[in-house]
């Protein structure tokens, strides 16, 4: 699955070779704070958990995995400079039933790009495509109640609150909010 430039965005498949690109993102303590309360990832932990989990549920022809985020917009820097990821998988994924038909969505951006609408700009081009696929019936986003920023780009994307619930994560449950959209 191929997904065209938005108005200020380039997407591109992330894969085993951009662990650099994983943990320089992971280096901002106010971009982890909702993951992990702050902690900077190290690449032992990119090594040896994400790119291993990545590596389960990319999908390329389907469109899941990590897509790459790059701005063509000059105001941040140079032309398609790295700004973030955007996550494509079947919702409950790591359990013994994935949602196939419900996929989530999920994003990470580096601060420099805060506020700026590309994280919804982003997660609408990806829908988008993910929306043409016959067997894909809803997308759906997970957040920590707190973080208003991302249940506000979910609230732009049209999903409507569903429920507040346990979700799975390497670390164990945690409690969310949890947000959906018929497509």
Known sequence: MKIANSQRLQFEMMGQDDAP???ELDQDPAVMRFINGGRASTMEEVQTHLLPRLKRYTNPDKGWGLWKVSTLDTE???PASYIGWILVRPMDFFSDAPKFND???GWRFKQISWGKGYAAEAAKAIMAMLA???DVNYLSAVADEDNLASINIMKKLGMQFIKRDDYSTPNGP???VYYQIAV
């Open 21 to 23: 690109l994983f943990f």
């Open 76 to 78: 941040l820097a140079c």
């Open 103 to 105: 996929l989530e969505l």
């Open 132 to 134: 043409l696929q016959a």
């Open 174 to 176: 945690e409690e969310v």
